[in-house]
């Protein structure tokens, strides 16, 4: 929050939608009303990066809160979301950059209506996309497209992030027994417990990480 209230006015701010990597850690609904003011205050452009929805709560819905929020403020966003994990995609690395402008008063392009704003950022987007891929492979669009256009695929989609969620839960859960019953030091796991998603920070020393690449069969990043 000090960075974002120190940072030039009219700064990017990025931002992690849900399930943030690599704490497991995410604002509350309170706390992101906060950091909405002090960006909106401060005329900041906020960049969602949103690569694990549906990991944090289990709920495609719910993990799009933090998101949608901002919007319901009429904020001009940015949101680059991926489908790698939360579709198992991860040899098409697809994806999306959504943006949202707040006017769409008239200028005309190609017979259409459209603000000046929103034609200077979709000519920005085809001049970044020009060299990089020009014309990507479309596989693993055409997967997320029939997924998402397709009610019954959709629904199991969101059964599929329900089931993943909670198996994550569930880990956490026997980590956290196990590790109370057999530490005898008095250390407080339930970190395990608070932390959502794919990621966690352990409180573990650097010498403990050290010992478990020594061969207590763990390995983690120091």
């Given amino acids: ?91 098409e690395r697809i994806g999306a950059i959504n943006i949202v402008c707040s006017s769409a008063d008239a200028a005309m392009s190609q017979g259409q209506k459209m603000s000046s704003f929103t034609f200077d950022v979709k000519s920005q987007l085809k001049r970044l996309a020009r060299p990089m891929y020009s014309s990507p492979p479309v596989h693993g669009a055409g997967i997320v497209a029939n997924v998402i256009g397709d009610p019954d695929l959709f629904n199991a989609w969101e059964k599929e992030m329900e089931m993943m969620a909670g198996r994550m839960k569930s880990v956490r859960e026997k980590l956290y027994g196990s590790l109370a019953s057999k530490d005898k030091s008095g250390k407080d796991w339930s970190v395990f417990l608070k932390q959502i998603g794919l990621f966690s920070y352990t409180s573990l020393s650097k010498a403990q990480v050290f010992l478990g690449h020594a061969g207590m069969g763990y390995t983690l990043l120091d």
């Avoid at 604002?27 to 960006?39: F, K, L, M, R």
């Fill in 1 to 91: 929050m000090v960075i974002t209230k120190a940072a030039p006015e009219g700064s990017f701010i990025l931002l992690q939608g849900c399930a943030h990597n690599p704490t497991g850690i995410d604002p509350t609904p309170e706390q992101w009303e906060i950091i909405a003011d002090v960006i909106q205050e401060k005329n900041h452009i906020p960049f969602f990066d949103v690569a694990y929805q549906g990991f944090a709560s289990g709920s495609l819905n719910a993990d799009a809160s933090s998101v949608r929020l901002f919007t319901s403020r009429d904020m001009e966003i940015m949101v680059a979301q991926s489908y790698s994990k939360n579709l198992g995609l991860h040899s």
